[in-house]
């Protein structure tokens, strides 16, 4: 069953441009899915996969054939999982500069896509990110008529929020891979994520990174999920997983580029004053994180809560295609998430509950700073507005930004 994505519409903008577009992403996040949805409806068209041994010898050691047999013949030329081509860029940039065959590929981040290819495709690319499911993705597809009132931006009744909460718990808890939204079975989802987090192992750390310390890494994906929101100690981690340092460093960039953790730097504006340098983590899917966690409980039941909601905050404004930020002073004020977007610097800070609306020393220091018009403190259900700063339930945030 196809889901609509938000990123869709986009791509069939630019299927009448030059340009190769590139869609990556996660491994089941939906490339394929996405891609045949749009290739189904394209004239003299065709879809390759890379997996399969013949036709991706075929485009590395007989590129000539290769052209001949799906290049020339076609309009469109589709290919999935393109990151198991070694020297695929440089293919690619002689297909694009010799013909006129419009080329979509997808692939995982670690693929030659972002490594080897980029490089020789330098103005010939576009590439787009495709995530987990935003909860507005998720919302429409559950609910299109809750979907349609919370992305009007207004005022939602007490009665409606109440009504969405349930969907934003489940989200919380299970996340937005297709296959687990797709499923209604609490325990068949735990099924899936289960096998998501076996097949990330699998394909990307073995078969295509061929890194050999995966024992060492499920440490450290199991420490970063405890300590969603924390200033990373790389000292601390190294005693944990046993990694050198430099060798910590190299897999914690891994895993961002594999799609698994979110890095949120610092923002700041004086050296002497704020941190500049130390990041925090965050899981870019929050089902993800649960089944490194082991921990499935409703959302009343956890302990986690807090991390869990701002979890989401975080990783919905990657969504956004907005860097996530935190802002923090050396004297220990803290902002738990500043955007910056159309000249503007925007501070949210997340809680877990909120009664009535009321505004933190930290957050009012920074309001001050640097001389804010509009900011956001987010819970799980207060609706309003006090002066300058919008009170919202935290779902609502793709759609305020």
Known sequence: MYINRFLEEKLKKYLNKKEILAVVGPRQSGKTTLLKHIFKDLKNAIFLDFEDRRTLELFEYDLESF???????????????????????????????????????????VSGLSIHSIKYLVGRIFVFELHPFSFYEFLNYKNSELYKMINNKKKLSKQIIERIIPYFEE???FGGYPRVILTEDYEEKEIVLRNIYNTYFLKEIK??????????????INTLALQIGNIINYNNLCDITEFKYKDLLDYINILEKTFIIIRSMPFYTNKRTELVKAPKSFFLDNGFRNVVVKNFQPIKDRGDRAILYENFVASEILKKEIKVKYWRTKSKAEVDFVVEKDGRIIPIEVKSFLGKPKLTKSFMSFINKYKITKGYILSDRLFGEKEKIRFRPMFLINSEL
Not at 87 to 95: A, C, H, P, Q, V
Not at 207 to 220: C, M, P, Y
Request: with cysteine.
């Open 67 to 109: 052209i001949e047999l799906y290049i020339k013949k076609h309009d469109y030329l589709f290919i999935d999982e393109f990151q198991y081509a070694k020297e695929g860029g440089k293919n690619l940039k002689y297909i694009y500069d010799n013909h006129k065959t419009k080329i979509i590929i997808s692939g995982s981040s």
């Open 171 to 173: 989200f919380c808890i």
């Open 207 to 220: 078969e295509i990174l061929n890194l050999k310390e995966d024992h060492r890494l499920s440490k450290l």
